[in-house]
């Protein structure tokens, strides 16, 4: 990966947290982003990938 793409991640990854107010605090933090871009949800480590919250929200954004 060159430093222009590592930048452009890490401008992405403070804008995620910033739009929620979450900062990852290790991996596996999840960042939801409605097709518009404008719509963002965070869910922390704790939360597995088939929790039945994560998975509702996944749904429900889809179906939009």
Do not use: C
């Amino acid at each position: 990966i060159n430093i222009e793409m590592k930048i452009a991640a890490v401008n992405a990854l403070a804008e995620l947290a910033r739009a929620t107010g979450a900062e990852p605090r290790w991996n596996f933090h999840k960042y939801l982003v409605a097709r518009d871009g404008k719509r963002v949800q965070s869910f922390d480590t704790r939360v597995a990938p088939g929790d039945p919250k994560l998975v509702g929200a996944i749904e429900k954004l889809l179906g939009e």
